[in-house]
């Protein structure tokens, strides 16, 4: 489960919505930023697509912060 937020938000402000992934580098951090998602049906699908994509590449650095779903 994800947010629908900023996927909401992009396609009410016209704003671009991209997937972002920070990660370690050996003395700092670093982070990838994804191509942009089109807004509207499906976007959310995209950036769980595009994270799932980014956490395959570097899994090690995958940390969640918070519950995901209801609780």
């Known amino acids: 489960r994800l947010p629908s937020g900023p996927a909401r938000l992009a396609r009410l402000t016209g704003a671009a919505l991209h997937p972002a992934y920070p990660y370690f580098t050996d003395d700092a951090w670093g ?10 049906p499906g976007a959310v699908q995209h950036l769980a697509d595009a994270f799932g994509d ?18």
């Open 54 to 71: 980014m956490i395959a590449r570097r899994p090690w650095d995958w940390h969640m912060l918070q519950p995901v779903g209801a609780g």
């Open 31 to 40: 982070v990838e930023v994804g191509a942009p998602v089109p807004p509207g």
